[in-house]
């Protein structure tokens, strides 16, 4: 069936990078897009940006562009999502979410089932 | 970037209960325009996509309506599994905003 796996949760220290990987499976994986969406506890869900897994065209969110890569592994059909200067802020759930990148159907009909990341020191 | 807006932030109903959500857009965004469900610790779950055409599977009881700037996502008969938050996504841009969400909760 279509998924999306997600790896597991990091704890990352004030400062640090994270890199979060989403691996597709169940259709093929350059025919859509891969969107980040992230949720701090008992918040609202944040649209990171997203990554057009057929040629790697990316859109960020302003809130994130100057901290956030996209990029992809079309080999493995898999996508990343990493993150620099980390701070608390930044503990939440990351979820992946695919889309097609036609316009008119950039809604997300498959999600990963997330990813914690903590940031501590 | 387009601002969306969803009221009441809370809502308590009772099963059987016909429930409607709001979304409002701080700019037209034509019907591009998603409704999603999220239980808690769960991902998000897709139930309509532009402002009204109903997911594969999502149950009939759900509908959604509206253009241009104000939507509704309606609950005809809120039945147990029903409780949750639920989140409107505009997507007229390359830049995708979501709503703050709607809490359903039991009365």
């Known amino acids: 069936q279509v998924q999306l796996v997600q790896s597991g949760a990091e704890v990352k220290k004030p400062g640090a990078s994270v890199k979060v990987s989403c691996k597709a499976s169940?259709?093929?994986?350059?025919?859509?897009?891969i969107h980040w969406v992230r949720q701090a506890p008992g918040q609202r869900l944040e649209w990171m940006g997203w990554i057009n897994a057929g040629n790697g065209n990316t859109k960020y969110s302003q809130n994130f562009q100057d901290r956030v890569i996209f990029t992809r592994d079309t080999s493995a059909s898999t996508a990343y999502m990493e993150m620099s200067s980390l701070r608390s802020a930044d503990t939440a759930v990351y979820y992946c979410?695919?889309?097609?990148?036609?316009?008119?159907?950039?809604?997300?009909?498959?999600w990963g089932k997330g990813t914690t990341v903590t940031v501590s020191s | 970037d387009i601002q969306m807006t969803q009221s009441p932030s809370t809502l308590s109903a009772s099963v059987g209960d016909r429930v409607t959500i709001t979304c409002r857009a701080s700019l037209s965004i034509s019907s591009w325009l998603a409704w999603y469900q999220q239980k808690p610790g769960k991902a998000p779950k897709l139930l309509i996509y532009?402002?009204?055409i109903l997911e594969s599977g999502v149950p009939s009881r759900f509908s959604g309506s509206g253009s241009g700037t104000e939507f509704t996502l309606t609950i005809s008969s809120l039945q147990p599994d029903d409780f949750a938050t639920y989140y409107c996504q505009q997507y007229n841009s390359y830049s995708l905003t979501f709503g703050q969400g709607t809490k359903v909760e039991i009365k």
């Open positions: 532009k402002a009204s």
């Open positions: 979410a695919r889309s097609s990148f036609y316009f008119g159907d950039y809604y997300m009909d498959v």
């Open positions: 169940g259709y093929t994986f350059t025919d859509y897009a």
